[in-house]
């Protein structure tokens, strides 16, 4: 309203007092741990399975997971690398050892050059469609009635970080905000505050194995 009666009308007086309504601010939706767990053990296919496991352990975007490479998987210093991310930055994040054992297990079987997931021509990586696709088969699959995207493993990831203790200002590194703020939306929605850092997928599956219920090799 202001751009027509301001530029196409060029009055300045009666659109000095019209305020702009504030944008509702929503907390994100997030997967419990147990509907991780649920979603993770209801991929069958151990591609699909990989892309949601690395997906949610290292907190990625869809555009960054798609485009990992195989060199960026670095095994000897527990990292990954996150090439050309949101605002054209380079960044490391945490490489969960429960991830990196799935992705040996992945390397044996599919053997991948260049893009660690390889669309189906193997010259180009996935498409963020199919992974997105493959999210909701999983969510499917595993009766989880929620109207979330991908993207919901990333806010699951942030959360459940703060829940177990880590500082902000590592989770706002490790997700590549470049402002706290951005970080600050998940302290809302964490339920409570313990004190090892680590990543979240080790925390759910140490806590199985200490259940004894990793006897199928799931998790």
């Given at each position: 309203?202001?751009?027509?009666?301001?530029?196409i009308?060029?009055?300045?007086?009666?659109?000095?007092?019209?305020?702009?309504?504030?944008?509702?601010?929503?907390?994100?939706?997030?997967?419990?741990?147990?509907?991780?767990?649920?979603?993770?053990?209801?991929?069958?296919?151990p591609?699909?399975?990989?892309?949601l496991?690395?997906?949610?352990?290292?907190?990625?975007?869809?555009?960054?997971?798609?485009?990992?490479?195989?060199?960026?998987?670095?095994?000897?210093?527990?990292?990954?690398?996150?090439?050309?991310?949101?605002?054209?930055?380079?960044?490391?994040?945490?490489?969960?050892?429960?991830a990196?054992?799935?992705?040996?297990?992945?390397?044996?079987?599919?053997?991948?050059?260049?893009?660690?997931?390889?669309?189906?021509?193997?010259?180009?990586?996935?498409?963020?469609?199919?992974?997105?696709?493959?999210?909701e088969?999983?969510l499917?699959?595993?009766?989880?009635?929620?109207?979330?995207?991908?993207?919901?493993?990333?806010?699951?990831?942030?959360?459940?970080?703060?829940?177990?203790?880590?500082?902000?200002?590592?989770?706002?590194?490790?997700?590549?905000?470049?402002?706290?703020?951005?970080?600050?939306?998940?302290?809302?929605?964490?339920?409570?505050?313990?004190?090892?850092?680590?990543?979240?997928?080790?925390?759910?599956?140490?806590?199985?194995?200490?259940?004894?219920?990793?006897?199928?090799?799931?998790?």
């Amino acid at each position: 309203m202001k751009l027509f009666y301001g530029s196409i009308l060029k009055i300045s007086a009666f659109t000095d007092n019209i305020v702009r309504p504030r944008r509702e601010k929503k907390l994100p939706v997030i997967l419990s741990r147990q509907e991780i767990v649920k979603m993770l053990n209801a991929t069958v296919n151990p591609k699909h399975r990989l892309l949601l496991m690395v997906t949610y352990s290292a907190g990625l975007r869809v555009s960054e997971i798609i485009r990992l490479r195989v060199e960026d998987i670095d095994s000897d210093r527990e990292l990954i690398r996150i090439r050309n991310a949101k605002g054209n930055k380079d960044r490391y994040v945490t490489l969960s050892m429960v991830a990196l054992e799935a992705l040996r297990n992945y390397w044996k079987v599919y053997r991948p050059q260049g893009w660690l997931f390889p669309g189906p021509s193997g010259d180009k990586h996935l498409s963020p469609r199919t992974a997105e696709k493959i999210f909701e088969q999983a969510l499917e699959k595993s009766q989880i009635n929620k109207d979330v995207s991908i993207h919901v493993l990333r806010h699951s990831y942030a959360t459940h970080l703060l829940e177990d203790g880590a500082d902000l200002r590592y989770v706002q590194e490790l997700l590549g905000h470049s402002r706290p703020e951005t970080t600050m939306i998940y302290t809302h929605v964490t339920q409570k505050d313990l004190t090892k850092i680590r990543s979240p997928l080790d925390n759910i599956v140490n806590k199985q194995k200490e259940n004894g219920k990793d006897k199928t090799g799931k998790i």
